[in-house]
């Protein structure tokens, strides 16, 4: 058995560490070596979502930026794992794929509550701009899932290109049925800068609320858009 095959053998391999070394090879040997590519693309759709990220994550260090690694990625911003999912998302912004952004768009729509999140969090690391993602990243405020406003809002402060909108979209947040949401859209709000009299308003009567945490993120948020709007920014 050459060192290629116990190697690829490794992708199954039952640890998490065994598997990524495995994975680290192949791609670096990958670089040079076109068979070793070709064993990987051939392996891309073998096996469970765990181990097609695997060999996706492989193909990604041996240089294959394309959109033949998407649906491996795509599933893997869904998984379990909180390490797994945050490594695919930086392997998705770095995609080398023109319609990134509509696919990630399109994952908000149709995908579980984990690869919502993810999706969005990808949005915001991408940076794109459009109002097709402002209205698709604006809907997820509504999500069933709290952690999905959550990456919603985080997404939103970054890739708003109507900050008016986006702000009178947090301003309804700071009434989530979720107290650690409520108190993510008062921060949310600080960050964004605007500072209409709605957004002070409604900054001001959650600074007064009974919820402590609400009302120090509030009062927080004033803060620093009063030093902005001091400051004349």
Not at 40 to 66: C, I, K, N, P
Not at 158 to 180: F, I, K, M, Q, S
């Amino acid at each position: 058995m050459s060192d290629v095959d116990v190697l690829m053998a490794a992708l199954d391999h039952p640890t998490k560490l065994a598997r990524r070394s495995a994975a680290e090879a192949l791609g670096d040997r990958g670089t040079r070596d076109a068979a070793v590519r070709g064993r990987l693309l051939a392996e891309l759709q073998v096996g469970d979502a765990g181990r097609r990220w695997t060999v996706a994550y492989a193909l990604f260090l041996a240089g294959d930026r394309s959109a033949r690694l998407w649906p491996a990625l795509r599933d893997a911003l869904g998984s379990d794992d909180g390490d797994l999912r945050w490594a695919a998302a930086r392997l998705v912004v770095a995609l080398d794929v023109p319609d990134l952004t509509e696919r990630l768009v399109d994952t908000l729509a149709a995908g579980p509550a984990e690869q919502r999140k993810m999706a969005l969090y990808c949005l915001r690391e991408h940076g794109e701009r459009s109002d097709r993602i402002d209205a698709a990243v604006t809907a997820r405020l509504e999500d069933a899932d709290a952690a999905v406003r959550l990456a919603a809002m985080s997404a939103l402060v970054v890739v708003a290109r109507d900050a008016a909108v986006a702000a009178r979209a947090l301003e309804r947040r700071l009434y989530d049925r979720d107290a650690g949401v409520r108190r993510a859209a008062a921060a949310a709000l600080g960050r964004l800068g605007m500072t209409s009299p709605d957004v002070i308003g409604a900054l001001t009567e959650a600074a007064g609320s009974d919820d402590e945490a609400l009302a120090r993120a509030a009062r927080g948020a004033l803060a620093r858009l009063t030093g902005r709007a001091s400051a004349g920014e």
